[in-house]
């Protein structure tokens, strides 16, 4: 299982287990779909294997097929052969996935949230332009402002967004790892 971690004490953010989760399932998903890099196309992939988060309730309560999603995810980005867990060491985070991760964490940040979750993913996923993914949702009508605080019912709280510095410093301390150990 792949896990997620940061040196982030210092700001006060958590990464939620759904969101460690969901970064676990997109390695899986960029492993059988035959690709060394996850990006955001595999975290949406992930965030719909994992099912039981607030990013699937949002894409139902607009209407989105999460099924269908799969489907066509699936056969845009699927390669003939897949990676052999033997090389899972080797799968890293994309520009566009690291991108996407990056944007959640910033976003939860802005927020003022308790911790970084499937939401925010959703959210940073929708701002990947590029991604197949991000236009998909486009193409069902979904926006990044249909998952603000006020759409999805979590009140927002008034702290300032980090700075430049502070961010680049959070992001820096990213580690991916596939035992239990925690580092900073």
Do not use: W
């Amino acid at each position: 299982m792949l896990f997620l971690y940061a040196n982030i004490a210092a700001f006060q953010m958590k990464i939620s287990k759904e969101f460690d989760a969901i970064i676990g399932f997109a390695r899986e998903e960029a492993m059988r779909t035959g690709s060394y890099t996850i990006e955001a196309d595999h975290l949406l992939l992930g965030i719909l294997r994992h099912g039981d988060n607030g990013a699937v309730q949002a894409l139902r309560k607009c209407g989105i097929d999460t099924g269908e999603c799969k489907s066509e995810l699936d056969s845009a980005i699927f390669h003939e052969h897949c990676i052999p867990y033997s090389n899972e060491d080797d799968i890293r985070l994309g520009r566009e996935g690291g991108n996407a991760v990056s944007l959640a964490i910033a976003d939860s940040m802005a927020e003022g949230a308790a911790e970084t979750s499937a939401i925010h993913l959703l959210k940073a996923i929708l701002k990947q332009e590029q991604s197949i993914s991000s236009a998909y949702l486009r193409r069902k009508g979904m926006r990044p402002e249909f998952l603000s605080s006020e759409h999805i019912g979590k009140p927002a709280s008034k702290q300032a967004f980090p700075g430049k510095n502070e961010l680049a410093a959070l992001l820096s301390t990213f580690t991916i790892r596939t035992d239990k150990t925690i580092t900073s």
